[in-house]
């Protein structure tokens, strides 16, 4: 399989530039072979393109293509830090869904994320996963997603 960076350019897709931080963190840290992610938002080009929860204003199929931008945007914090080409595993996703308390779909909104990384990655970016129901997220977000990858 092509490099994640062919992939990526293989699927038309071009790598966002690291989100910067809303508060007192760091987009991605490396622990030994590992790379944590921040939690990223779904900003693009450094807007957010919707608002409020899924299930009462917003439609799983937007907050689905939120949760593929979100772990896009992870995937620029972890190049910047590491190189995209370095990753040799996804390991798990977390993905948090601001949802309205009848909505019951987050894993299949989740899928945005992981369904990219499959895309990208093949086998290696089969990943365990949390898919979470909150109250609410930054900015009002629908969707944010964290990553931890294992790298060479």
């Known amino acids: 399989m092509a490099t994640p960076l062919a992939r990526l350019a293989e ?4 790598l966002p530039s690291v989100v910067p931080p809303l508060a007192a963190y760091v987009p991605a840290v490396r622990s030994g072979s590992l790379v944590f992610t921040s939690g990223q938002l779904p900003a693009v080009d450094g807007a957010i393109p919707r608002t409020g929860k899924v299930g009462a204003g917003v439609s799983p199929e937007d ?3 939120d949760a593929r931008q979100c772990a896009l945007n ?5 190049d910047a830090l590491v190189g995209l080409d370095s990753v040799v595993r996804v390991v798990k ?3 948090f869904v601001a949802s309205d308390p009848s909505f019951t779909g987050q894993p299949a909104v989740v899928n945005g994320a992981s369904e990219l990384l499959g895309e990208i990655f093949g086998d290696t970016g089969r990943h365990a996963r949390s ?5 609410a997220l930054p900015l009002d977000v629908p ?4 990553l931890i990858v294992e790298v060479a």
Request: glycine fraction near 12%.
């Open 11 to 14: 699927l038309g897709i071009t």
């Open 63 to 65: 907050a689905y293509l």
């Open 74 to 78: 992870a995937l620029a914090a972890v």
């Open 93 to 95: 996703v977390v993905g």
């Open 131 to 135: 898919a979470v129901g909150v109250a």
């Open 143 to 146: 969707v944010e997603v964290e």
